[in-house]
């Protein structure tokens, strides 16, 4: 029982509904994924932690069979995953959690319209419909009483929390949560965090948690992915990626996120991610990175295993020699 | 400070007492519906127009109270006095200008209202020269592209290039790096701290996040409910909370794994109704009592430092 993404390849064409495509030489793509396969065991969660343009959202969406992938494929229990408006699909089976519950909720819907969707083709009579949708809003901690209300109507954390009750009512295997606590208070993501690990561990669900921030990963995560330009750089269990960072963008990363003491880092980590039309040759970190060797201009390094964790820089080749 | 609604009056703003000392840095923390934006246009003399404020406010920069001055006065005091950064720099440049323009522009502007000659040869040197400073790359390059080409950290950067060139007295930065990467957001703030100390400009920072401001900030100021609920040197209010709300949010920033236990979260969630007459956290507060529901609590002042809770005192605004 486990979720397997394998060796996912995922290019965006560029200018595909220009006015000018017939006119243009040569097609060019964005690599939004390169070769990234990670795997999961069934009640667990793995933290996608990178930053824009990372792919960690392209990724989620493959998950979850919303985007098809170019090569590889995604299995879930040994099963392959679809895209969903092919047959086979697996409906119902992974479910999704965006970003911002204001934009993915319909505002004219009401919450119990609106949680009893992915349900409605199941197959269910009303009255287990019903039934259903009232046990995932109980779960989530709403009352009976906000059944009945218009989503636009109610709070932003209210809101995140209809959106995971409309994950939860097709008792999925996987949820992937899209950084389901960027767009609501501080006081409030608690709250919503603390209801994830508790629905979590009552009904077993695989997490896969697309987010920026190394707090809520450290809080959430049973495995850490960090992403960088299309490709896992580090990937391994919580406490070794967390707490003892190899690569050198995962320790420039978790330095450069502010802490409450007010302490920061000497000097952040400088520049900016280049451009996916156009890699940098050799490793992808390279022109950031303060360890560049000549080796790193020329080809890009290979994942290397060390302890449980696969680090992908020349860094460690040696030791693993 | 009023909003006039569709539903009613709502008081967005109520008895908020906050200075900035010359080349500080006040951090102004708060969570959605806390006012802080409210203040911060407030200030900068930006209110729209169903906004009212109370008679007896003011809000002076240097001896001038911006509330009360003529339209054309605070046309002087805005840009060369008070200027403002937004959360989102695609929003405040103008996308059919070239970066180069835009920098002379507010240079014209800088150099009408003090009163200097205007030259625009010099005017573009010292244009370079401030995106220079802001070390954004390649800042010939810049100059010469559209806010459309440059990434969001550059763009802000080239906001407080702007800031820089126009010399105000207090820079208001509204969540100025909360559109930004964590790395971004690292570089930017970096470059805030360097160019406050180098030119003794003021700034308030407003932002949700503690962390941000704790990185920052001099002095910090917590808003909840429209209403300043603590406020002092940063440090201080950050190592030793004195306020409940102050100690929920430190608490619920997540420190630890699922494995250790549950996050400190703060109950409920914000809502305005009915908090004209109580402490505006009372509904959420974990240490509430009867006290609190009495009246809206005076802010003590404790060791130098304002708190608005009955726990330090039981008196109340009338």
Same mark, same amino acid.
């Given at each position: 029982?486990?979720l397997?993404?394998?060796?996912?390849?995922?290019?965006?064409?560029?200018?595909?509904?220009?006015?000018?495509?017939?006119?243009?030489?040569?097609?060019?793509?964005?690599?939004?994924?390169?070769?990234?396969?990670?795997?999961?065991?069934?009640?667990?969660?793995?933290?996608?932690?990178?930053?824009?343009?990372?792919?960690?959202?392209?990724?989620?969406?493959?998950i979850?069979?919303?985007?098809?992938?170019?090569?590889?494929?995604?299995?879930l229990?040994?099963?392959?995953?679809?895209?969903?408006?092919?047959?086979?699909?697996?409906?119902?089976r992974l479910q999704?959690?965006?970003?911002?519950?204001?934009?993915?909720?319909?505002?004219?819907?009401?919450?119990?319209?609106?949680?009893?969707?992915?349900?409605?083709?199941?197959?269910?009579?009303?009255?287990?419909?019903?039934?259903?949708?009232?046990?995932?809003?109980?779960?989530?901690?709403?009352?009976?009483?906000?059944?009945?209300?218009?989503?636009?109507?109610?709070?932003?954390?209210?809101?995140?929390?209809?959106?995971?009750?409309?994950?939860?009512?097709? #008792?999925p295997d996987v949820i992937v949560? *899209? !950084?389901?606590?960027? &767009?609501?208070?501080?006081?409030? +993501?608690? /709250?919503?965090?603390?209801?994830?690990?508790?629905?979590?561990?009552?009904?077993?669900y695989t997490?896969v948690?697309?987010?920026?921030?190394?707090?809520?990963?450290?809080?959430?995560?049973?495995?850490?992915?960090?992403?960088?330009?299309?490709?896992?750089?580090?990937?391994?269990?919580?406490?070794?990626?967390?707490?003892?960072?190899?690569?050198?963008?995962?320790?420039?990363?978790?330095?450069?996120?502010?802490?409450?003491?007010?302490?920061?880092?000497?000097?952040?980590?400088?520049?900016?991610?280049?451009?996916?039309?156009?890699?940098?040759?050799?490793?992808?970190?390279?022109?950031?990175?303060?360890?560049?060797?000549?080796?790193?201009?020329?080809? #890009?390094?290979?994942?290397?295993?060390? *302890? !449980?964790?696969?680090? &992908?820089?020349?860094?460690?080749? +040696?030791? /693993?020699? | 400070?009023?909003?006039?609604?569709?539903?009613?009056?709502?008081?967005?703003?109520?008895?908020?007492?906050?200075?900035?000392?010359?080349?500080?840095?006040?951090?102004?923390?708060?969570?959605?519906?806390?006012?802080?934006?409210?203040?911060?246009?407030?200030?900068?003399?930006?209110?729209?127009?169903?906004?009212?404020?109370?008679?007896?406010?003011?809000?002076?920069?240097?001896?001038?109270?911006?509330?009360?001055?003529?339209?054309?006065?605070?046309?002087?005091?805005?840009?060369?006095?008070?200027?403002?950064?937004?959360?989102?720099?695609?929003?405040?440049?103008?996308?059919?200008?070239?970066?180069?323009?835009?920098?002379?522009?507010?240079?014209?502007?800088?150099?009408?209202?003090?009163?200097?000659?205007?030259?625009?040869?010099?005017?573009?040197?010292?244009?370079?020269?401030?995106?220079?400073?802001?070390?954004?790359?390649?800042?010939?390059?810049?100059?010469?592209?559209?806010?459309?080409?440059?990434?969001?950290?550059?763009?802000?950067?080239?906001?407080?290039?702007?800031?820089?060139?126009?010399?105000?007295?207090?820079?208001?930065?509204?969540?100025?790096?909360?559109?930004?990467?964590?790395?971004?957001?690292?570089?930017?703030?970096?470059?805030?701290?360097?160019?406050?100390?180098?030119?003794?400009?003021?700034?308030?920072?407003?932002?949700?996040?503690?962390?941000?401001?704790?990185?920052?900030?001099?002095?910090?100021?917590?808003?909840?409910?429209?209403?300043?609920?603590?406020?002092?040197?940063?440090?201080?209010?950050?190592?030793?909370?004195?306020?409940?709300?102050?100690?929920?949010?430190?608490?619920?920033?997540?420190?630890?794994?699922?494995?250790?236990?549950?996050?400190?979260?703060?109950?409920?969630?914000?809502?305005?109704?009915?908090?004209?007459?109580?402490?505006?956290?009372?509904?959420?507060?974990?240490?509430?009592?009867?006290?609190?529901?009495?009246?809206?609590?005076?802010?003590?002042?404790?060791?130098?430092?304002?708190?608005?809770?009955?726990?330090?005192?039981?008196?109340?605004?009338?």
């Amino acid at each position: 029982m486990s979720l397997v993404v394998d060796n996912v390849v995922k290019r965006f064409q560029l200018g595909k509904k220009s006015l000018f495509r017939f006119f243009s030489k040569r097609q060019r793509f964005v690599t939004a994924l390169e070769g990234v396969s990670l795997s999961i065991k069934k009640g667990e969660t793995v933290v996608i932690l990178g930053e824009s343009g990372s792919g960690k959202t392209t990724l989620g969406r493959i998950i979850v069979g919303l985007e098809k992938p170019d090569q590889g494929k995604i299995l879930l229990n040994g099963a392959k995953v679809v895209y969903v408006r092919e047959r086979g699909a697996l409906r119902g089976r992974l479910q999704m959690v965006f970003q911002d519950p204001g934009a993915s909720l319909d505002p004219f819907q009401s919450v119990a319209d609106c949680v009893a969707e992915p349900i409605l083709q199941s197959g269910h009579k009303k009255e287990e419909i019903t039934k259903k949708v009232i046990e995932s809003l109980r779960l989530v901690g709403l009352e009976e009483s906000s059944a009945k209300r218009k989503t636009s109507e109610l709070s932003g954390g209210q809101k995140q929390r209809v959106a995971i009750a409309r994950a939860i009512v097709s #008792e999925p295997d996987v949820i992937v949560l *899209d !950084e389901p606590t960027s &767009s609501i208070d501080v006081s409030i +993501q608690a /709250q919503v965090l603390n209801l994830l690990v508790e629905l979590q561990r009552l009904k077993g669900y695989t997490y896969v948690l697309i987010t920026h921030d190394p707090n809520v990963a450290r809080f959430m995560a049973d495995a850490v992915a960090v992403m960088y330009l299309g490709k896992i750089v580090e990937y391994g269990p919580l406490s070794r990626v967390l707490d003892n960072p190899k690569h050198p963008y995962t320790q420039a990363l978790l330095l450069s996120a502010p802490k409450i003491t007010g302490a920061t880092s000497s000097k952040p980590i400088q520049g900016e991610p280049p451009s996916l039309i156009n890699i940098p040759q050799g490793c992808r970190y390279e022109p950031r990175c303060p360890y560049s060797m000549a080796k790193c201009k020329e080809k #890009e390094p290979t994942p290397i295993q060390i *302890d !449980e964790a696969r680090v &992908s820089c020349f860094l460690y080749e +040696q030791t /693993q020699l | 400070m009023d909003y006039q609604t569709a539903s009613g009056t709502l008081h967005a703003v109520r008895r908020v007492n906050l200075s900035v000392n010359e080349g500080e840095v006040l951090g102004v923390v708060g969570e959605s519906g806390s006012g802080k934006t409210t203040v911060a246009l407030a200030v900068a003399g930006l209110l729209p127009r169903n906004a009212s404020v109370n008679d007896s406010s003011q809000i002076l920069l240097e001896e001038t109270n911006i509330l009360t001055s003529k339209a054309s006065d605070i046309d002087r005091i805005r840009g060369t006095g008070v200027f403002m950064i937004f959360q989102d720099p695609f929003m405040s440049l103008n996308p059919l200008m070239k970066i180069k323009h835009q920098m002379i522009e507010a240079i014209r502007v800088r150099c009408k209202r003090s009163l200097e000659p205007f030259n625009r040869e010099e005017a573009e040197r010292e244009a370079l020269e401030s995106l220079k400073k802001v070390r954004i790359g390649d800042a010939d390059d810049i100059m010469e592209r559209y806010p459309h080409q440059l990434s969001g950290g550059q763009n802000q950067r080239v906001m407080l290039a702007m800031a820089l060139v126009e010399k105000p007295k207090l820079v208001i930065a509204d969540e100025p790096t909360t559109a930004l990467d964590v790395t971004t957001q690292a570089q930017i703030l970096d470059l805030f701290k360097e160019i406050i100390r180098s030119t003794k400009m003021s700034m308030m920072f407003i932002t949700h996040d503690l962390a941000v401001a704790a990185t920052i900030s001099d002095r910090l100021a917590v808003l909840y409910g429209g209403m300043l609920q603590e406020s002092g040197p940063a440090n201080e209010v950050l190592s030793n909370p004195m306020h409940p709300y102050t100690l929920g949010l430190i608490k619920s920033i997540p420190s630890k794994t699922k494995a250790e236990g549950m996050l400190e979260a703060i109950k409920g969630f914000f809502k305005w109704d009915g908090l004209e007459h109580m402490c505006a956290f009372a509904p959420r507060c974990p240490l509430a009592h009867d006290a609190c529901f009495k009246g809206v609590p005076v802010a003590t002042v404790v060791n130098g430092r304002a708190v608005r809770c009955v726990n330090y005192g039981e008196q109340y605004e009338n």
